[in-house]
C-alpha cells in the first residue's frame, strides 16, 4: 500500500484544514488508519484513528472537539478535518494503515505516508 498525504499548509490559528491521504496499490478499506503529528524535537505522536469500518474512532486528548478523521473507502482515501488550529498543531502529519485500531493506537503500523506539513501562525 502506498500513502500519499496532502492538505497540508499555513493557516492562521483559529482556522481550518482539511487533510486527504490517498491509498493505492491495494484496497484499504480492511485496514485501520491513522493520522500521526510529528514537531521539530517531538516524538511523533498519534492524533487521529479510525477503523476499518469508521464505526471506531480515536482521538488524541489535544484534538478532541476539534479535529475529525473519516473515511471514503469507495474513494480509498481517509481524511482529517482539523478546526481551531492553534500553534501547537504546526507539525509534519503523517497517515498511516495498520489491521486493527488496536494497533494503530499502539503505533504498531503496516504502512507509512510520506508527511505534509502544517504550519499555523498566531
Known amino acids: 500500500v502506498q500513502l500519499q498525504a496532502s492538505g497540508g499548509g499555513l493557516v492562521q490559528a483559529g482556522g481550518s484544514l482539511r487533510l486527504s491521504c490517498a491509498a493505492s496499490g491495494r484496497s484499504i478499506s480492511s485496514y485501520a488508519m491513522g493520522w500521526f503529528r510529528q514537531a521539530p524535537g517531538k516524538e511523533r505522536e498519534l492524533v487521529a484513528a479510525i477503523s476499518w469500518s469508521g464505526g471506531s474512532t480515536y482521538y488524541a486528548d489535544s484534538v478532541k472537539g476539534r479535529f475529525t478523521v473519516s473515511r471514503d473507502n469507495a474513494k480509498n482515501t481517509v481524511y482529517l478535518q482539523m478546526n481551531s488550529l492553534k500553534p501547537e498543531d504546526t507539525a509534519v502529519y503523517y497517515c498511516?494503515?495498520?489491521?486493527?485500531?488496536?494497533?494503530?493506537?499502539?503505533?504498531?503500523?503496516?504502512?507509512w505516508g510520506q508527511g505534509t506539513q502544517v504550519t499555523v501562525s498566531s
Open positions: 498511516a494503515a495498520a489491521t486493527t485500531l488496536v494497533r494503530m493506537i499502539r503505533l504498531e503500523c503496516d504502512y
